[in-house]
C-alpha cells in the first residue's frame, strides 16, 4: 500500500507532539536554536583540535592554551613547561581541551540546554517527553554531573591561565586587535566560571551564620549577582572563545593579515 503524505512519519510525529501539550506558541524554537548552535560549536571544536596553526607570537588560541607537549612552540609553552615529551605527537589541544569541556558539559545551564535540544527531555516546559521512563540523573551515566564542582576548580586554573596568555598579548601589542580579544575572552570565561552554581555553594552555600563570616558573605553576594547572568555568561563566553580561537588561527594561517591584526 503505498503510503501517503498525511501518513508520513514526519506528519505522524508533529501531531504527536501535539497532542503532548496545550501550548499555542512556538516552543520548539529554543531546542531547535540550541540544538544548531551546539552542533556548530562541536562541530568547530573537533576541527579545532586537530589544526595545527595555533599559535602566532603574541597569540595564542584558547582551545590551545596550556600548550605542555614539546612540540609546542617555545614561546606558546606556559612558562617553558613541556611536561609531556617528544613521545607525544597527538595534537596539544587534546591534552587540556577536556577540562573546559567537562566544565561546560556538566554545568548546570548547559545540561538544561542540551537535555531539551537533544534529547528532548523534556523539549520544553508544560511539553510532554516522547520517552517513556525517567530516571533523572540517578542513574549512570548521568549521575557523573554530580563531578561538575571538580570541573569548576579545573576551570578555575584554565580561566586564569587565559588571562595570563589575554595579559602578555596585550603588553606586547597594545594595539592589536587580537590582543583585546583575548582580553576580553578572558573576561567574559572568568565571570562565566565564577557564575557557577558550585562557586556559589563554595563561597557561602553551606553557612548558617553569615553574619559570624562577612568576607565570605561578600563574595556569597557578588556570586549570587553572577549566577543570575548565569546562562547570558554561559553563552557569551562560548561565542567568545569560539571566536577568540578562530581569530588567533586566520592570524596564524595569514587570512586575517592587516596592521593592527
Not at 99 to 112: D, E, N, S
Request: proline share 7%.
Amino acid at each position: 500500500m503505498t503510503q501517503t503524505t498525511a501518513d508520513s512519519p514526519a506528519r505522524r510525529q508533529r501531531a504527536q507532539l501535539r497532542e503532548r501539550t496545550l501550548r499555542t506558541d512556538q516552543w520548539w524554537r529554543y531546542p531547535l536554536v540550541t540544538f544548531l548552535i551546539f552542533t556548530a560549536f562541536l562541530v568547530y571544536s573537533f576541527w579545532a583540535i586537530f589544526d595545527m596553526d595555533y599559535f602566532v607570537s603574541p597569540y595564542h588560541a584558547p582551545f590551545t592554551s596550556p600548550c605542555l607537549a614539546t612540540s609546542c612552540p617555545e614561546e606558546a609553552r606556559l612558562f617553558g613547561w613541556a611536561p609531556f615529551g617528544d613521545w607525544y605527537t597527538l595534537p596539544p589541544g587534546f591534552l587540556i581541551l577536556a577540562l573546559p569541556a567537562g566544565f561546560r558539559f556538566t554545568c548546570y545551564y548547559y545540561r538544561k540546554a542540551y537535555y531539551r535540544g537533544f534529547w528532548l527531555s523534556p523539549p520544553a516546559c508544560a511539553v510532554g517527553e516522547p520517552h517513556g521512563k525517567y530516571t533523572g540523573e540517578s542513574r549512570f551515566p548521568l549521575i557523573l554531573q554530580n563531578v561538575h564542582r571538580y570541573f569548576f576548580y579545573a576551570a578555575i586554573v584554565i580561566g586564569l591561565i587565559l588571562s595570563y596568555d589575554a595579559v602578555k598579548a596585550l603588553v606586547a601589542k597594545p594595539n592589536g586587535l587580537g590582543s583585546w580579544i583575548l582580553v576580553v575572552n578572558a573576561v567574559l570565561i572568568v565571570t562565566y566560571t565564577l557564575s557557577c552554581h558550585s562557586c556559589r555553594h563554595i563561597t557561602a552555600g553551606r553557612l548558617n551564620h553569615f553574619s559570624r563570616h562577612p568576607l565570605r558573605y561578600k563574595a556569597w553576594t557578588f556570586v549570587s549577582k553572577l549566577n543570575a547572568k548565569h546562562q547570558e555568561l554561559a553563552l557569551a563566553s562560548m561565542f567568545s572563545v569560539m571566536g577568540a580561537d578562530l581569530y588567533v588561527r586566520l592570524v596564524a594561517k595569514g587570512i586575517v593579515a592587516f596592521p593592527f591584526a
